[in-house]
């Protein structure tokens, strides 16, 4: 379906992108401006270069992972213009409008929305160029895009809520057990994680969802939202939070109540200091998903487009496991190459 003439890449720049993967580690991130609406980096390569458009959904540290990946997998081969739409709706169309303007020759998308997102994955086909959609697969007609890595978030959820009633059954008892939510931002991601999280946990008849509020992937957001929910539900058991960062935020407001060693805390990640909140104690599972093998994989698979090879699997979904205390040491490497 693309039809655009791209240009062909040399052995020599795969090689490249491979060695500059090798390299590729989890510093600071230097394309976050801290500003709203969008930042641009660029990956500086020569006007031969192939250029490919990247649409980051966030500034958190997974999506500062997702694009450090990224460019490891591109190395030198291609030209990368970032921007970032800061969970944005309308910044997230516009920039799919800017960077569609510039004409690349492939565009990779961590969509803030699934509406927004198909906004831009309609207008890259109406402009022939490639889609690659990164974490989240939300395009269900596969000839609309060239190719996703993506996590299937809801089996993680699914994974997470199935851990969750398997503690419920284990621990016997016909008492309702209460379970508190804290979402991230509606729209795309997390909704699939919270709708698999619930899903399972139906096979414990006692645990009942009582609580559910968006902290909006930000830790202080997520600590507000931890305060309402331990005061509309004082005897709360467990919690689900979508992602580490507000994870610590609802603990930080768990410890001022006086509940963190009530109400127990399931989150999802697989960051160092997610690990050893799983390993002190604070937390009690998370999961080991990997953003920056998200990005490098996807970037791999924009080389493979531009130079004309058909990937065998079009989709690649990333495993990802429920971890606790007895498995914390063999999770995968987070914003690294393993």
């Given at each position: 379906m693309f039809g655009r003439s791209l240009r062909r890449l040399t052995a020599l720049t795969l090689a490249a992108?491979?060695?500059?993967?090798?390299?590729?580690?989890?510093?600071?991130?230097?394309?976050?401006?801290?500003?709203?609406?969008?930042?641009?980096?660029?990956?500086?390569?020569?006007?031969?270069?192939?250029?490919?458009?990247?649409?980051?959904?966030?500034?958190?540290?997974?999506?500062?992972?997702?694009?450090?990946?990224?460019?490891?997998?591109?190395?030198?081969?291609?030209?990368?213009?970032?921007?970032n739409s800061r969970d944005d709706v309308g910044a997230e169309v516009s920039n799919g409008e800017d960077l569609l303007a510039r004409k690349p020759d492939a565009l990779v998308l961590q969509t803030v929305n699934v509406q927004s997102g198909?906004?831009?994955?309609?207008?890259?086909?109406?402009?022939?160029?490639?889609?690659?959609?990164?974490?989240?697969?939300f395009v269900r007609d596969p000839s609309k895009v060239a190719g996703a890595v993506?996590?299937?978030?809801?089996?993680?959820?699914?994974?997470?809520?199935?851990?969750?009633?398997?503690?419920?059954?284990?621990?016997?008892?016909?008492?309702?057990?209460?379970?508190?939510?804290?979402?991230g931002a509606p729209g795309a991601a997390s909704d699939f994680l919270v709708r698999g999280f619930k899903g399972a946990l139906a096979a414990a008849p006692n645990a009942?969802?009582?609580?559910?509020?968006?902290?909006?992937?930000?830790?202080?957001?997520?600590?507000?939202?931890?305060?309402?929910?331990?005061?509309?539900?004082?005897?709360?058991?467990?919690?689900?939070?979508?992602?580490e960062?507000?994870?610590?935020?609802?603990?930080?407001?768990?410890?001022?109540?006086?509940?963190?060693?009530?109400?127990?805390?399931?989150?999802?990640?697989?960051?160092?200091l997610g690990l050893r909140a799983v390993e002190d104690g604070e937390f009690l599972s998370t999961t080991d998903a990997s953003p920056f093998q998200i990005g490098f994989r996807t970037g791999r698979a924009v080389l493979d487009q531009l130079d004309g090879r058909s990937a065998a699997e079009p989709v690649q979904t990333l495993p990802v496991q429920v971890i606790t205390r007895d498995n914390a040491a063999g999770a995968a490497a987070y914003c690294a190459a393993s």
């Amino acid at each position: 379906m693309f039809g655009r003439s791209l240009r062909r890449l040399t052995a020599l720049t795969l090689a490249a992108a491979a060695t500059a993967a090798l390299g590729a580690g989890c510093g600071s991130s230097s394309d976050d401006d801290g500003g709203s609406g969008t930042s641009a980096a660029s990956g500086g390569g020569g006007g031969d270069k192939p250029v490919v458009g990247f649409i980051n959904g966030s500034s958190v540290e997974f999506n500062m992972c997702v694009s450090r990946g990224l460019k490891a997998g591109l190395g030198d081969a291609a030209e990368l213009n970032e921007v970032n739409s800061r969970d944005d709706v309308g910044a997230e169309v516009s920039n799919g409008e800017d960077l569609l303007a510039r004409k690349p020759d492939a565009l990779v998308l961590q969509t803030v929305n699934v509406q927004s997102g198909a906004q831009i994955v309609d207008k890259a086909n109406g402009d022939d160029v490639p889609v690659f959609l990164s974490s989240v697969d939300f395009v269900r007609d596969p000839s609309k895009v060239a190719g996703a890595v993506v996590f299937d978030n809801g089996a993680t959820g699914a994974k997470i809520g199935g851990f969750l009633a398997e503690q419920v059954r284990a621990a016997g008892g016909s008492g309702e057990v209460k379970v508190g939510i804290v979402a991230g931002a509606p729209g795309a991601a997390s909704d699939f994680l919270v709708r698999g999280f619930k899903g399972a946990l139906a096979a414990a008849p006692n645990a009942k969802v009582v609580f559910e509020q968006p902290g909006m992937w930000n830790r202080g957001k997520a600590a507000s939202v931890a305060e309402n929910m331990i005061q509309a539900q004082p005897d709360l058991d467990y919690v689900l939070v979508s992602n580490e960062d507000m994870a610590f935020g609802v603990l930080k407001s768990l410890q001022a109540a006086g509940k963190d060693g009530q109400v127990k805390i399931l989150t999802n990640g697989g960051t160092e200091l997610g690990l050893r909140a799983v390993e002190d104690g604070e937390f009690l599972s998370t999961t080991d998903a990997s953003p920056f093998q998200i990005g490098f994989r996807t970037g791999r698979a924009v080389l493979d487009q531009l130079d004309g090879r058909s990937a065998a699997e079009p989709v690649q979904t990333l495993p990802v496991q429920v971890i606790t205390r007895d498995n914390a040491a063999g999770a995968a490497a987070y914003c690294a190459a393993s």
